[in-house]
C-alpha cells in the first residue's frame, strides 16, 4: 500500500486549491488525515462502509469510496467550498491514479530484483523491460545499503520519501540487512556523490547507522546483476578492511580486495614467513592504535605524536618496542609495508575463519 504520507500531501494540495474540507479514512474507519474531520462524518464514513452505494450525500458533505483494484481502499469525505461533490471525485481520482503508479513502481521494483538476483534471462529481462517502460539506453549503478535488521523497515521507508517524487530510482529488499537501490547517473563523481548522499540521509534523518557500498555503473539492464555482486564484495572487504568508511567504492578497494580474493591457505603461510610466532596476540591496544596512527600520517613521527598527545620520544620507544616483537622496523617504509599487508592478512583471517 502507498505510504500515507503520500495521499495526505494529496489532499492537502487539493484542499488549499479547491477551498473544500478533504478528508481521508482507511479501512475501518479511521481518519488518515487527523487535522479534519467531525464525529457526524466520522458516522457517516462508516455508514458508507457498510454500504454497497459507491458514494452518497448528507446534508453538505460528500462522501465517496476510493477503489484499488475494484476493492474499496479508502473513503472520502468532502465538505464545503464551491462544489464539494465534483472536488471529491477528482480528488478520487488522483488517489486512485497514485495507488496505480504506486502498483507499476512496486512491478518495477519486484523486476529490478529479479535482474540483480540473476532470476531472468537477458530476452526476458528486454521484453519485460519494454513492457515496464523502463528504459536501457542509461548508466545506471547498483547501491546496496547494510543496517541492523532492526532498522532495515525504517531505512526502506526512509528511502522511499526520498525518491518518492522521482521515477527513475528502483528500491528493494534483498535480505535482513541490506536494501539496493537502482539509480541513474551521469558520471564517477555523481555516483560517489549519490552513494554519500545515501548515507547521510540515513545517518542524519532517520539516525540509522549505515554502510553504504557501489558497484561501476553500466548502460545494460542484464549487467546491473554484476554491479550489484561488485557492491556486495565491497560490503564485505570494507567491513573487514575499513570498518570505519561509511561509503565503500567496488573501484577504491585496493589492497583489500586483493587480499579477500587469497585463500586462507596461502594467507597463514604469508604470516608464518613473516613472523617466527603470533605477534598480533602480544600487541595490546593502545600499540595498535600507535601504529595505525603512525601509517596515517606517512610514518611522520613529530605529527603522530601531536596527534596521540605523547612526547615524540614516546612515541620512538614504542616504535622500537614494536621492533624487538616483530622483527621490523616500521620507520623503515618496506618493513612498515610488509607490516601493513600483515595486519590486513590477520584481520581478514580474523573475521573470515570459521
Known amino acids: 500500500m502507498i505510504n500515507s504520507r503520500i495521499l495526505t500531501k494529496a489532499i492537502q494540495q487539493l ?3 479547491t477551498g473544500t474540507v478533504l478528508t481521508l479514512y482507511g479501512k475501518n474507519g479511521s481518519r488518515i488525515t487527523r487535522d479534519t474531520g467531525t464525529d457526524e462524518e466520522d458516522n457517516s464514513v462508516r455508514e458508507l462502509i457498510r454500504s454497497a452505494a459507491d458514494s452518497m450525500t448528507i446534508g453538505s458533505t460528500t462522501y ?7 476493492m474499496p481502499v479508502y473513503y472520502l469525505a468532502a465538505a464545503g ?9 477528482i480528488a478520487v481520482s488522483e488517489l486512485q491514479n497514485l495507488l496505480s503508479l504506486s502498483h507499476e513502481r512496486m512491478d518495477r521494483n519486484h ?12 530476452p526476458d529481462i528486454h521484453s519485460e523491460a519494454k513492457k515496464l517502460k523502463i528504459r536501457e539506453d542509461v548508466n545506471r549503478i547498483v547501491y546496496l545499503t547494510e543496517t541492523d535488521e532492526k532498522d532495515t523497515d525504517l531505512a526502506l521507508q526512509t528511502l522511499k520519501a526520498m525518491y518518492a517524487a522521482t521515477g527513475n530510482e528502483f528500491l528493494t529488499i534483498v535480505d535482513a540487512s541490506h536494501i539496493a537501490v537502482v539509480s541513474e547517473i551521469s558520471g564517477p563523481e555523481d555516483a560517489a556523490k549519490t552513494a554519500h548522499t545515501l548515507s547521510d540521509m540515513l545517518n542524519a534523518e532517520a539516525m540509522i547507522q549505515v554502510r553504504v ?7 545494460l ?6 554491479s550489484y555482486k561488485e557492491a556486495q564484495l565491497a560490503i564485505e572487504v570494507g567491513r573487514i578492511f575499513y570498518p570505519d568508511l561509511h561509503v565503500i567504492s567496488y573501484g ?4 583489500g580486495r586483493l587480499i579477500f580474493q587469497l585463500p586462507h591457505s596461502l594467507c597463514e603461510l604469508f604470516l608464518r614467513e613473516t613472523f617466527d610466532h603470533d605477534v598480533f596476540a602480544e600487541l595490546d591496544e593502545e600499540t595498535l592504535t600507535t601504529i595505525r596512527q603512525f601509517f596515517d600520517n606517512n610514518l611522520n613521527i613529530s605529527e603522530t605524536a601531536r596527534q596521540l598527545y605523547i612526547h615524540r620520544n614516546t612515541l620512538v620507544y614504542r616504535i622500537e618496542k614494536l621492533q624487538k616483537t616483530t622483527g621490523l622496523d616500521i620507520r623503515r617504509f618496506d618493513e612498515a609495508m610488509t607490516f601493513k599487508i600483515a595486519m590486513m592478512v590477520n584481520n581478514y583471517l ?5
Open 15 to 17: 484542499q488549499d486549491i
Open 64 to 70: 465517496l469510496k476510493v477503489y484499488d483494484d475494484d
Open 81 to 89: 467550498g464551491q462544489n464539494p461533490e465534483i472536488t471529491g471525485r
Open 111 to 122: 523486476f529490478i530484483q529479479n535482474v540483480l538476483l540473476d532470476n531472468l534471462l537477458a
Open 213 to 219: 557500498a557501489y558497484g561501476l555503473p553500466t548502460n
Open 221 to 226: 539492464l542484464d549487467h546491473l546483476s554484476q
Open 252 to 255: 577504491k578497494l585496493g589492497i
Open 350 to 354: 580474523k573475521n573470515t575463519q570459521k
